[in-house]
Protein backbone atom coordinates (compact mmCIF):
# COMPACT_ATOMS: atom_id res chain seq x y z
CA UNK A 1 0.00 0.00 0.00
CA UNK A 2 1.17 3.08 -0.58
CA UNK A 3 2.05 5.85 1.95
CA UNK A 4 2.72 9.15 2.23
CA UNK A 5 5.40 11.39 4.72
CA UNK A 6 5.31 14.74 5.61
CA UNK A 7 8.24 15.06 8.20
CA UNK A 8 7.71 19.06 8.96
CA UNK A 9 4.62 18.71 11.28
CA UNK A 10 4.89 22.62 12.33
CA UNK A 11 6.90 25.11 10.75
CA UNK A 12 7.26 28.79 12.09
CA UNK A 13 8.41 31.52 9.33
CA UNK A 14 8.88 35.46 9.55
CA UNK A 15 7.13 37.05 6.70
CA UNK A 16 9.82 36.82 3.45
CA UNK A 17 11.63 33.69 4.52
CA UNK A 18 12.09 31.12 2.05
CA UNK A 19 10.01 27.60 2.63
CA UNK A 20 10.44 24.17 2.09
CA UNK A 21 7.95 21.38 3.09
CA UNK A 22 9.19 18.04 2.34
CA UNK A 23 7.33 14.97 1.25
CA UNK A 24 8.14 11.68 0.52
CA UNK A 25 6.41 8.54 -0.46
CA UNK A 26 6.57 4.84 -0.84
CA UNK A 27 5.10 3.36 -4.36
CA UNK A 28 7.22 2.08 -7.33
CA UNK A 29 4.79 2.57 -10.39
CA UNK A 30 3.65 5.88 -11.84
CA UNK A 31 2.41 8.47 -9.48
CA UNK A 32 0.32 11.42 -9.65
CA UNK A 33 1.37 13.96 -6.96
CA UNK A 34 -0.28 16.83 -5.60
CA UNK A 35 -0.42 19.64 -2.57
CA UNK A 36 -3.34 20.82 -0.98
CA UNK A 37 -3.53 23.96 1.20
CA UNK A 38 -6.32 24.47 4.00
CA UNK A 39 -6.40 27.68 4.87
CA UNK A 40 -7.93 28.54 8.41
CA UNK A 41 -12.38 28.60 7.97
CA UNK A 42 -11.83 27.36 3.98
CA UNK A 43 -12.02 24.13 2.63
CA UNK A 44 -9.03 22.39 1.14
CA UNK A 45 -8.07 23.45 -2.68
CA UNK A 46 -5.41 22.14 -5.27
CA UNK A 47 -1.79 24.33 -4.81
CA UNK A 48 -0.71 22.52 -7.58
CA UNK A 49 -0.36 18.98 -9.12
CA UNK A 50 2.28 16.53 -11.11
CA UNK A 51 1.46 14.01 -13.39
CA UNK A 52 4.20 13.79 -16.04
CA UNK A 53 6.63 15.77 -17.44
CA UNK A 54 8.79 18.60 -16.38
CA UNK A 55 9.49 17.45 -12.66
CA UNK A 56 9.36 21.56 -11.50
CA UNK A 57 5.81 22.28 -11.21
CA UNK A 58 4.39 25.67 -10.46
CA UNK A 59 0.99 26.19 -8.86
CA UNK A 60 -0.90 29.13 -7.42
CA UNK A 61 0.18 32.18 -4.93
CA UNK A 62 4.08 31.39 -6.09
CA UNK A 63 4.34 28.00 -5.11
CA UNK A 64 6.50 25.37 -7.05
CA UNK A 65 7.47 21.76 -6.16
CA UNK A 66 9.89 19.17 -7.80
CA UNK A 67 9.48 15.89 -8.42
CA UNK A 68 12.45 13.35 -7.54
CA UNK A 69 11.82 10.35 -8.58
CA UNK A 70 15.24 9.13 -7.18
CA UNK A 71 14.21 10.05 -3.62
CA UNK A 72 10.29 9.77 -4.09
CA UNK A 73 10.23 13.23 -3.01
CA UNK A 74 7.84 16.22 -3.77
CA UNK A 75 8.74 18.99 -1.76
CA UNK A 76 6.94 22.25 -1.60
CA UNK A 77 9.17 25.63 -2.25
CA UNK A 78 8.21 29.30 -2.04
CA UNK A 79 10.73 31.97 -1.96
CA UNK A 80 9.31 34.14 0.39
CA UNK A 81 6.18 33.63 2.43
CA UNK A 82 3.94 35.78 3.27
CA UNK A 83 1.51 36.25 6.29
CA UNK A 84 -1.41 35.03 4.23
CA UNK A 85 0.37 32.01 3.04
CA UNK A 86 -0.17 30.84 7.21
CA UNK A 87 -2.41 27.42 6.71
CA UNK A 88 -2.29 23.79 6.97
CA UNK A 89 -0.81 21.89 3.97
CA UNK A 90 -1.24 18.24 2.89
CA UNK A 91 0.73 16.30 0.34
CA UNK A 92 -1.08 13.06 -1.51
CA UNK A 93 -0.35 11.05 -3.88
CA UNK A 94 -2.82 8.13 -6.19
CA UNK A 95 -1.36 5.36 -8.60
CA UNK A 96 -1.61 6.52 -12.63
CA UNK A 97 -5.14 4.75 -12.91
CA UNK A 98 -6.86 5.28 -9.50
CA UNK A 99 -8.01 8.67 -8.20
CA UNK A 100 -8.46 7.50 -4.42
CA UNK A 101 -5.67 9.38 -2.65
CA UNK A 102 -3.49 8.82 -0.15
CA UNK A 103 -2.70 12.15 2.10
CA UNK A 104 0.51 12.60 4.33
CA UNK A 105 -0.55 14.07 7.64
CA UNK A 106 0.17 17.75 6.76
CA UNK A 107 2.11 20.10 7.83
CA UNK A 108 0.85 23.11 9.89
CA UNK A 109 2.71 26.91 8.66
CA UNK A 110 2.84 29.41 10.43
CA UNK A 111 4.05 33.26 8.88
CA UNK A 112 5.05 36.40 11.10
CA UNK A 113 5.04 39.81 10.96
CA UNK B 1 -21.59 28.79 -8.55
CA UNK B 2 -20.64 24.68 -8.95
CA UNK B 3 -19.31 23.57 -6.08
CA UNK B 4 -19.44 21.03 -3.27
CA UNK B 5 -21.88 21.59 -0.39
CA UNK B 6 -21.77 20.07 2.88
CA UNK B 7 -24.28 20.09 5.47
CA UNK B 8 -24.51 20.25 8.34
CA UNK B 9 -21.94 22.13 9.22
CA UNK B 10 -22.05 21.21 12.98
CA UNK B 11 -23.29 17.64 14.22
CA UNK B 12 -24.13 16.13 17.56
CA UNK B 13 -25.02 12.85 17.97
CA UNK B 14 -25.85 11.01 21.06
CA UNK B 15 -23.99 8.08 21.55
CA UNK B 16 -26.16 4.69 19.89
CA UNK B 17 -27.45 7.16 17.54
CA UNK B 18 -27.20 6.87 13.38
CA UNK B 19 -26.59 10.25 11.82
CA UNK B 20 -26.28 10.76 8.06
CA UNK B 21 -24.15 13.52 6.59
CA UNK B 22 -24.59 15.39 3.50
CA UNK B 23 -22.61 15.83 0.52
CA UNK B 24 -24.06 17.55 -2.80
CA UNK B 25 -22.13 18.24 -5.79
CA UNK B 26 -23.07 20.55 -8.70
CA UNK B 27 -19.81 20.18 -10.73
CA UNK B 28 -21.30 17.22 -12.79
CA UNK B 29 -18.57 14.99 -11.40
CA UNK B 30 -18.14 10.90 -11.81
CA UNK B 31 -16.46 10.09 -8.90
CA UNK B 32 -17.37 11.04 -5.18
CA UNK B 33 -15.40 10.07 -1.81
CA UNK B 34 -15.68 10.84 1.80
CA UNK B 35 -12.47 11.48 4.03
CA UNK B 36 -12.22 12.18 7.87
CA UNK B 37 -9.23 14.35 9.11
CA UNK B 38 -8.54 14.02 12.60
CA UNK B 39 -5.41 16.15 13.94
CA UNK B 40 -2.15 15.38 13.42
CA UNK B 41 -3.32 12.47 10.77
CA UNK B 42 -4.22 13.94 7.82
CA UNK B 43 -7.38 13.11 5.72
CA UNK B 44 -8.15 9.06 5.33
CA UNK B 45 -10.33 7.89 3.39
CA UNK B 46 -13.60 5.83 4.32
CA UNK B 47 -15.49 5.06 0.95
CA UNK B 48 -15.27 6.45 -2.69
CA UNK B 49 -17.88 6.04 -5.46
CA UNK B 50 -17.00 6.06 -8.86
CA UNK B 51 -20.29 6.23 -10.60
CA UNK B 52 -23.81 5.85 -9.28
CA UNK B 53 -24.95 2.63 -7.82
CA UNK B 54 -21.33 1.86 -6.94
CA UNK B 55 -18.87 2.75 -4.47
CA UNK B 56 -16.00 0.85 -2.50
CA UNK B 57 -14.72 1.02 0.91
CA UNK B 58 -11.72 3.21 1.74
CA UNK B 59 -9.22 2.59 4.22
CA UNK B 60 -11.50 3.07 6.97
CA UNK B 61 -15.00 2.10 6.76
CA UNK B 62 -15.89 0.11 9.29
CA UNK B 63 -18.79 1.86 11.46
CA UNK B 64 -20.10 3.71 8.34
CA UNK B 65 -21.96 3.34 5.38
CA UNK B 66 -22.85 5.36 1.86
CA UNK B 67 -24.98 5.30 -1.09
CA UNK B 68 -25.15 6.58 -4.54
CA UNK B 69 -28.34 6.51 -5.92
CA UNK B 70 -28.17 10.00 -7.73
CA UNK B 71 -24.93 11.96 -9.61
CA UNK B 72 -24.82 14.49 -7.46
CA UNK B 73 -25.67 13.01 -4.08
CA UNK B 74 -22.95 11.02 -1.98
CA UNK B 75 -24.60 10.90 1.68
CA UNK B 76 -22.39 9.32 4.25
CA UNK B 77 -23.99 7.51 7.53
CA UNK B 78 -21.82 7.07 10.48
CA UNK B 79 -23.67 4.31 12.67
CA UNK B 80 -23.52 3.45 16.04
CA UNK B 81 -21.14 0.47 15.60
CA UNK B 82 -18.17 3.58 14.57
CA UNK B 83 -16.37 3.53 17.97
CA UNK B 84 -14.40 7.21 17.50
CA UNK B 85 -17.18 9.14 15.35
CA UNK B 86 -15.98 12.68 16.82
CA UNK B 87 -13.88 13.88 13.89
CA UNK B 88 -14.13 16.53 10.54
CA UNK B 89 -15.48 14.64 7.55
CA UNK B 90 -15.16 16.49 4.37
CA UNK B 91 -16.58 15.23 0.86
CA UNK B 92 -14.74 15.85 -2.32
CA UNK B 93 -15.92 14.81 -6.13
CA UNK B 94 -13.73 14.25 -9.37
CA UNK B 95 -15.02 14.82 -12.62
CA UNK B 96 -13.56 10.88 -13.61
CA UNK B 97 -12.06 8.09 -11.58
CA UNK B 98 -8.86 8.61 -13.36
CA UNK B 99 -5.73 9.28 -11.48
CA UNK B 100 -4.73 12.77 -12.73
CA UNK B 101 -8.04 14.29 -12.36
CA UNK B 102 -7.26 16.49 -9.27
CA UNK B 103 -10.26 15.98 -6.55
CA UNK B 104 -12.52 19.21 -5.25
CA UNK B 105 -13.55 19.77 -1.41
CA UNK B 106 -16.40 20.74 0.59
CA UNK B 107 -16.31 22.78 3.32
CA UNK B 108 -16.77 19.91 5.67
CA UNK B 109 -18.79 18.52 8.72
CA UNK B 110 -17.94 18.69 12.16
CA UNK B 111 -19.50 15.52 14.46
CA UNK B 112 -18.85 15.46 17.94
CA UNK B 113 -20.62 12.92 20.31
CA UNK B 114 -22.55 14.36 23.19
Known sequence: AQSVSQHNHHVILSEAASLELGCNYSYGGTVNLFWYVQYPGQHLQLLLKYFSGDPLVKGIKGFEAEFIKSKFSFNLRKPSVQWSDTAEYFCAVNTGTASKLTFGTGTRLQVTL | ?114
Open chain 2, 1 to 114: DGGITQSPKYLFRKEGQNVTLSCEQNLNHDAMYWYRQDPGQGLRLIYYSQIVNDFQKGDIAEGYSVSREKKESFPLTVTSAQKNPTAFYLCASSITVSGNQPQHFGDGTRLSIL
